[in-house]
């Protein structure tokens, strides 16, 4: 062999040589990462990490000139027809994740109040759940710093958390991260994790002040599939493994749902054993329409991405039903859903007392759309396109 033959055929094994060796080294670096992602990743919960970047899901745009006093809710009204026994989940829309109106300070009170009377009945949490609640409280600090940039700044020297609105700061290196949530966002919390053991989902930590007929007491710890009331409410139960929608929910991917219920005044926490439960649910001849609320409870569910605890919150938001006269196809639809739709629903939403007033307002309300044009003569109910809201509904909102 001459030598350069010699040369070419070593820079030929050479050169199936180095394929071999990348992909040898590949190999054994893609088992040692999937080695090291089998094992639970030990990171602390921290400020330094970008919670959004982290898990894929976009920080909200700012509202730099946020006017909280004169801010309404968004009017969501998730009525469907025909009503589908499913969950009627959508993609989180990522700026609306925590949402701030004209009651804040009024409800950080009222639920404020509520925790000094019933204490761990509405905040509770259990060993093993304080990197998720961290976690947690660092996600909504960083979402509520960018969407509302005038009201809520954090200090990354010394942890500080300053609340313009209410004027108070927390430090938080010690604060409770469920105290924290209760002082300054008036929305319930629940993290449930999974049990690495038989795989399902646990409720373990929770500031809930916005349950009617329980509480935290009879909740913390108990798998998913027990827990009714909002996590999950009966749509939920109708899945078949509720347990394996949460296992396959991406980090990346958080939801939305809305659930409603008609009620009498604005009941935001209220216990079966509460003389005032019975006096609520009981049908009252001279109930006037005016007392009567339709309320939403407003739900998000995402999935940590540290902890890959399922964090769920929601918020309750009432509107007079009178006000519905006002708000298109609206009073047609719901008409529709509570006469037709399955008979279990009036059982489990719970507004057969209410059934004597409701009904025929509702009605007229309806009709009266109709006579000013603001809904086709026959026109047949369906889902409307501007779910979970209706047409016009910027301007009628305000
Ligand atoms: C909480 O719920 C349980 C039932 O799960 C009930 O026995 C208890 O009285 C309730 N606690 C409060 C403070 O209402």
Not at 342 to 367: D, M, N, Q, T
Request: hydrophobic share 40%; net charge neutral; glycine share 4%.
């Amino acid at each position: 062999m001459q030598d350069a033959q010699l040369v070419s055929v070593a820079q030929a094994l050479i050169s199936a040589w180095v394929p071999v060796t990348l992909a040898l080294t590949l190999a054994v670096a893609l088992s040692l990462y999937h080695c090291v992602e089998r094992k639970p990743v030990d990171i602390d919960p921290s400020m330094d990490i970008d919670y959004f970047m982290l898990s894929g899901a976009p920080l909200p745009r700012p509202l730099p000139d946020f006017d909280l006093d004169r801010a309404k809710p968004r009017p969501y009204r998730p009525f469907r027809w025909r009503y589908h026994q499913t969950m009627a989940l959508a993609p989180l829309e990522h700026d609306w994740w925590i949402e701030l109106e004209s009651t804040y300070k009024f409800r950080v009170n009222q639920r404020q109040y509520l925790y000094t009377k019933h204490g761990s009945a509405v905040l509770q949490s259990m060993p093993g759940s304080e990197a998720a609640c961290k976690e947690m409280m660092y996600m909504v600090i960083q979402f509520l710093c960018a969407r509302y940039p005038n009201h809520f700044q954090f200090d990354k020297n010394t942890c500080g958390f300053t609340n313009r609105i209410l004027g108070t700061s927390d430090d938080i290196d010690t604060v409770h991260p469920l105290q924290f949530l209760l002082n300054n966002v008036p929305e319930d919390f629940l993290v449930t994790q999974k049990d690495p053991g038989t795989g399902e989902y646990f409720l373990r930590a929770a500031v809930c002040c916005s349950a009617i007929g329980f509480n935290m007491t009879g909740k913390m710890g108990r798998p998913l599939r027990e827990i009714h009331g909002p996590v999950p409410d009966y749509e939920w139960k109708l899945k078949t493994s509720v347990d394996k929608f949460f296992d396959r929910m991406p980090v990346e991917k958080p939801i939305q749902r809305g659930s409603w219920s008609f009620e009498v005044g604005q009941p935001l926490y209220l216990q079966a054993n509460d003389p005032e439960y019975m006096e609520h649910k009981r049908e009252n001849p001279n109930l006037r329409i005016e007392d009567v609320y339709l309320r939403i409870d407003w739900q998000t569910l995402r999935r940590l991405p540290q902890s890959k605890a399922i964090l769920f919150n929601f918020k309750a938001l009432f509107t007079p039903v009178t006000q519905l006269q006002e708000e298109p196809y609206i009073p047609q639809l719901i008409l529709k859903v509570l006469k037709e739709g399955p008979a279990s629903i009036k059982k489990y939403k719970g507004w057969s007392h209410l059934e004597h007033r409701l009904l025929p307002a509702l009605e007229v309300y309806a009709r009266d759309q109709v006579s000013r044009g603001l809904v086709p003569e026959g026109w047949q109910e369906r889902t409307l396109d501007e779910q979970p809201f209706f047409p016009g509904w910027q301007s009628v909102s305000g």
